[in-house]
């Protein structure tokens, strides 16, 4: 029989839980919701102060009551925050454990703190400033959020307003200490099997974790072992209460050993379009194609590309051959190809991205082989955000903007982003500025749908916008699907800005 052990994220406790453990019960599996000291039911002993360690020990008091010799397989469950303490629990209960299962949360280190994984820059300032303000023991706690303001923890997508009801209702403050103790981990943990369950509704995908693999992050190369397995969830990061019925499907498919297997990183594909092998200039962060005919000033093409990328991803992004190849294939018709690096290596990076690719910009304006007059960006991904700068006030020397797959709103993963990054509201100032839209047919839920938004808002302010469809591509289509079909998409796309910049 399987033991599923249940950990629910911050503010909340077992009830949260109450539907899919029904369902898994009729399944026959045996269940227990863990009540974590001082949150959601739980109690600590008087005078105790709570931390991360303190739930760790209770998750480890219910694994130790039901381990035993009657055969009963252990499967730890970890959503969001109750994953540190699931990973805690079963780095010293290794032998005992069959399967961790992370639940649309992240993936702890060790000596990070909870906290790091809080993808919203406010609610993570506001949890240092009660720490610094001298908040301490037992009572020091990040009150729960008021019932509109959950989002900030996770996607609602889904969640019927009753559940939402009764989710504040009975949320309790968040213990400091747990957030802010880092996580101890000797790496015995490593040795026990895992799933991870994503749900698409906030922006997460297997086959953005699988980009990130091949990006080449360390921390990543362990979720490519044929015993971890994903699966995803069509809705948002509350499925316990949007979804029972398919979560506790899915636990149980993630306790037979089910799923999606990573693919180790491979060799990187060439581009899709035969280009000529062009010489390139590296001037700092920038490289440039040039056209192979001589000639006076060309117009220039930036392609900038998306993220977040890890800081110590080889190779850098500029010598991705995806990205090596769009500028190559501009130089041979004609423009300066123009392939950067910038820094964005987390969501609160956009602000120091965005400065690196307007010097960039600038850098190229001024060579002199370049007519700073006409000039192009191309942003891919997860640099959608980029785009509003330049939508929100187009210089005139902007002749076309474009995008591949693009983030064009903040995802609910990633809490609150600056105004400044939102390039739904600032298509409202891009005037007549062309715009170049290439769209994923099979893009994650989470994307298209900040697709949609931006388009609605293109061309509900009569915004210039052509909208290129490849119905049958995936997110990255250059080089998750060789087709014609992407070919044709590619060919399209770059005429399209060619059109516009040359014009």
Same mark, same amino acid.
């Given at each position: 029989?399987?033991?599923?052990?249940?950990?629910?994220?911050?503010?909340?406790?077992?009830?949260?839980?109450?539907?899919?453990?029904?369902?898994?019960?009729?399944?026959?599996?045996?269940?227990?919701?863990?009540?974590?000291?001082?949150?959601?039911?739980?109690?600590?002993?008087?005078?105790?102060?709570?931390?991360?360690?303190?739930? #760790?020990?209770? !998750? @480890? /008091?219910?694994? *130790? &009551?039901?381990? =035993? %010799?009657?055969? +009963?397989? $252990?499967?730890?469950?970890?959503?969001?925050?109750? #994953?540190?303490? !699931? @990973? /805690?629990?079963? *780095? &010293?209960?290794? =032998? %005992?454990?069959? +399967?961790? $299962?992370?639940?649309?949360?992240?993936?702890?280190?060790?000596?990070?703190?909870?906290?790091?994984?809080?993808?919203?820059? =406010?609610?993570?300032?506001?949890?240092?400033?009660?720490?610094?303000?001298?908040?301490?023991?037992?009572?020091?706690?990040?009150?729960?959020?008021?019932?509109?303001?959950?989002?900030?923890?996770?996607?609602?997508?889904?969640?019927?307003?009753?559940?939402?009801?009764?989710?504040?209702?009975?949320?309790?403050?968040?213990?400091?200490?747990?957030?802010?103790?880092?996580?101890?981990?000797?790496?015995?943990?490593?040795?026990?099997?895992?799933?991870?369950?994503?749900?698409?509704?906030?922006?997460?995908?297997?086959?953005?974790?699988?980009?990130?693999?091949?990006?080449?992050?360390?921390?990543?190369?362990?979720?490519?072992?044929?015993?971890?397995?994903?699966?995803?969830?069509?809705?948002?990061?509350?499925?316990?209460?949007?979804?029972?019925?398919?979560?506790?499907?899915?636990?149980?498919?993630?306790?037979?050993?089910?799923?999606?297997?990573?693919?180790?990183?491979?060799?990187?594909?060439?581009?899709?379009?035969?280009?000529?092998?062009?010489?390139?200039?590296?001037?700092?962060?920038?490289?440039?194609?040039?056209?192979?005919?001589?000639?006076?000033?060309?117009?220039?093409?930036?392609?900038?590309?998306?993220?977040?990328?890890?800081?110590?991803?080889?190779?850098?992004?500029?010598?991705?051959?995806?990205?090596?190849?769009?500028?190559?294939?501009?130089?041979?018709?004609?423009?300066?190809?123009?392939?950067?690096?910038?820094?964005?290596?987390?969501?609160?990076?956009?602000?120091?991205?965005?400065?690196?690719?307007?010097?960039?910009?600038?850098?190229?304006?001024?060579?002199?082989?370049?007519?700073?007059?006409?000039?192009?960006?191309?942003?891919?991904?997860?640099?959608?955000?980029?785009?509003?700068?330049?939508?929100?006030?187009?210089?005139?020397?902007?002749?076309?903007?474009?995008?591949?797959?693009?983030?064009?709103?903040?995802?609910?993963?990633?809490?609150?982003?600056?105004?400044?990054?939102?390039?739904?509201?600032?298509?409202?100032?891009?005037?007549?500025?062309?715009?170049?839209?290439?769209?994923?047919?099979?893009?994650?839920?989470?994307?298209?749908?900040?697709?949609?938004?931006?388009?609605?808002?293109?061309?509900?302010?009569?915004?210039?916008?052509?909208?290129?469809?490849?119905?049958?591509?995936?997110?990255?289509?250059?080089?998750?699907?060789?087709?014609?079909?992407?070919?044709?998409?590619?060919?399209?796309?770059?005429?399209?800005?060619?059109?516009?910049?040359?014009?």
């Amino acid at each position: 029989m399987t033991v599923f052990i249940l950990v629910s994220g911050v503010f909340t406790g077992p009830h949260v839980w109450d539907d899919t453990a029904s369902r898994l019960t009729a399944a026959g599996a045996e269940v227990r919701a863990v009540a974590l000291s001082g949150v959601g039911g739980g109690h600590p002993a008087d005078g105790e102060d709570i931390d991360l360690e303190s739930h #760790i020990a209770d !998750v @480890l /008091g219910v694994v *130790d &009551r039901v381990v =035993g %010799s009657d055969g +009963r397989e $252990v499967v730890l469950v970890g959503h969001d925050y109750g #994953i540190h303490p !699931v @990973l /805690g629990a079963a *780095d &010293r209960r290794a =032998g %005992s454990v069959a +399967r961790v $299962v992370y639940l649309d949360s992240g993936l702890p280190q060790d000596g990070v703190p909870a906290l790091a994984a809080v993808a919203d820059q =406010g609610l993570r300032e506001e949890v240092l400033r009660l720490a610094a303000g001298g908040a301490h023991g037992a009572g020091a706690a990040l009150p729960p959020p008021a019932r509109d303001a959950w989002h900030l923890w996770g996607s609602t997508a889904g969640v019927p307003d009753a559940a939402l009801d009764r989710l504040t209702a009975l949320a309790s403050p968040q213990p400091l200490g747990t957030l802010l103790q880092p996580l101890e981990l000797t790496g015995a943990a490593a040795s026990v099997p895992m799933a991870g369950v994503l749900c698409t509704g906030g922006g997460a995908s297997i086959a953005g974790v699988q980009a990130q693999v091949d990006f080449g992050e360390p921390a990543l190369q362990a979720l490519t072992d044929p015993r971890v397995t994903f699966f995803e969830l069509p809705t948002g990061h509350w499925p316990m209460l949007s979804d029972p019925a398919a979560l506790a499907v899915t636990l149980l498919g993630a306790a037979a050993g089910e799923g999606h297997r990573l693919t180790p990183a491979a060799p990187p594909e060439p581009f899709l379009l035969d280009v000529p092998e062009l010489p390139r200039e590296r001037n700092g962060s920038i490289d440039l194609y040039l056209p192979p005919s001589a000639g006076g000033p060309r117009p220039a093409l930036l392609f900038v590309h998306g993220g977040p990328v890890p800081l110590d991803a080889r190779p850098t992004p500029r010598d991705w051959p995806v990205l090596t190849g769009y500028a190559r294939y501009a130089a041979d018709n004609g423009v300066v190809g123009v392939t950067l690096d910038h820094r964005l290596h987390a969501v609160t990076d956009y602000a120091v991205a965005a400065d690196d690719v307007a010097d960039a910009v600038e850098r190229v304006r001024a060579d002199p082989r370049v007519d700073g007059d006409r000039v192009a960006l191309w942003f891919f991904s997860g640099a959608g955000p980029l785009t509003a700068d330049w939508l929100g006030k187009p210089p005139p020397w902007l002749r076309c903007l474009a995008a591949d797959y693009p983030v064009m709103a903040p995802l609910p993963s990633w809490g609150r982003l600056d105004g400044r990054f939102h390039p739904v509201d600032a298509v409202a100032h891009a005037g007549s500025l062309p715009l170049v839209l290439v769209r994923a047919g099979l893009e994650s839920h989470g994307i298209a749908a900040t697709v949609e938004q931006f388009l609605t808002a293109a061309h509900a302010y009569g915004a210039s916008i052509e909208v290129i469809d490849v119905p049958n591509g995936h997110h990255s289509f250059e080089t998750a699907d060789r087709t014609d079909e992407s070919r044709e998409a590619v060919r399209r796309a770059v005429g399209a800005v060619l059109r516009h910049l040359t014009a």
